[in-house]
């Protein structure tokens, strides 16, 4: 909003800072942080008056995570709401990325809170039936890849090789959708322990800033030999933003957990940066930078296919950070040993941008 402003009113001096993309990044931050922190407690307060028992806790899982019970849920309400305001004032609405970004972050927000609010409400875990999910959220990615593709190529794009790309033509609105839900549901499964989502989706985020912002540019983008995507710099605001609302929410997340984020947060994060990696020409990147969710993805599918086919697992419980959990390896330990993961991972996301 205040960019399309500066653009009608013509803003000059220090005003003339909102043109600049860095200077609304920073802005973008700030905001979704101060607005996250201000909000978080009453969120908190609101969330467990209106819960009683919180999160419905697995008794098939760690032990440990009893002690958790009436933990509030659905905090990724907070997270929408401070990443939402500052989208609509830092971002170029006139940009069809930002409202691309804008119908998944929010409509999968949405598909989560119905989510948690039937387990709440059931105190059960199944929630909204699989396939309905599924569904619904293929829905609202099919209107994403179309907002687009109408401004993008449909070429699928190969790190590590400089001009190379598979031409997929129509396809790419189904891999684009596929890759928006995966995104959004690889982040769902990796939620399940204090803070375990919540940094490596700041940290994928950050990564996926500069990776937006350089391939905006056609200067960078031409010298690094990456897809120049134009006005996909817009994008790297919205990542400034998922940094500042994650910052926010893991003060609050830390071990103890005062909140859960819940569906709610978690499908419309791993939603987000999604939309963010398709717009930016940055598909098999997300799958790099954001390893530590295709993990945990990869260890359920894993997990339930060998089940159905031999009757044994092959991790002591799935997602993947339940096993370590179970082999006697403390939750923080888990945690943090993930992030670094994640850390590892994202450099080697960005090295990608210069070996080719």
Partial sequence: MLYLMAEWFHFEGLANLIRYQSFRAGAALMTALILGLLIGPRFINMLRLRQGKGQPIREDGPKTHLAKRGTPTMGGLM???SLVVSMLLWMDLANPFVWACLAVTVGFGAIGFLDDYDKVTKRSHKGVPGRVRLALEFVVAGIAAWLIVSQISTNLYV????GHYIPLGPLYYVFAAVVIVGAG???NLTDGLDGLATMPVIIAAGAFAIIAYLAGRVDYAT???IPHVPRAGELAILCAGIVGAGLAFLWFNAPPAAVFMGDTGSL????????IAVAAHHEIVLAIVGGLFV???ASVIIQVFWFKRTGRRVFRMAPIHHHFEQKGWAESTVVIRFWIVSIVLA????STLKLR
């Fill in 79 to 81: 997270i929408l709401t």
């Fill in 268 to 275: 419309a994060l791993g939603g987000a940066l999604g939309t």
């Fill in 185 to 187: 549901n690889a982040v």
């Fill in 223 to 225: 010298y690094l030999g």
């Fill in 295 to 297: 993990f945990e993805a």
């Fill in 347 to 350: 450099v080697i996301g960005l």
């Fill in 159 to 162: 790190p590590f090789l400089s």
